[in-house]
């Protein structure tokens, strides 16, 4: 069983920045393929980003590449979304959430972020 609690978000204006955490506990979060979600209002849920388990491979949808940085910390059990550039379509309820290999599981509550124009 893995628990996953994100935090981090907010009220911003567009172009500015944020740091969202996912903060995980009850399994070897070291070993764990993870990623980010986000579902917008009416939307539905899209992938943002994922990570490997040691860091050293990620992938990001087109709309935030360049603009989101996906990393993680194993000794904190931590896993992190760096925001730039922020545009009013970023705002959304974001997700972590434990990668599979074809599917993901043990979804966070989420965190809302919302960008201003």
């Known amino acids: 069983q893995v628990q996953l609690v994100e935090s981090g978000g907010g009220l911003v204006q567009a172009g500015g920045s944020l740091r969202l955490s996912c903060a995980a506990s009850?399994?070897?979060?070291?070993?764990?393929?993870m990623g980010w979600f986000r579902q917008a209002p009416g939307k539905e849920r899209e992938f943002v980003a994922s990570?490997?388990?040691?860091?050293?491979?990620?992938a990001y949808a087109d709309s935030v590449k360049g603009r989101f940085i996906i990393s993680r910390d194993n000794a904190k059990n931590t896993m992190f979304l760096q925001m730039n550039s922020l545009k009013p379509e970023d705002t959304a309820v974001y997700y972590c959430?434990?990668?599979?290999?074809?599917?993901?599981?043990?979804w966070g509550q989420g965190t809302q972020v919302t960008v201003s124009s």
């Open positions: 959430a434990r990668k599979l290999v074809n599917s993901y599981d043990y």
């Open positions: 009850g399994r070897t979060f070291s070993t764990l393929n």
């Open positions: 990570i490997n388990s040691g860091g050293s491979i990620t």
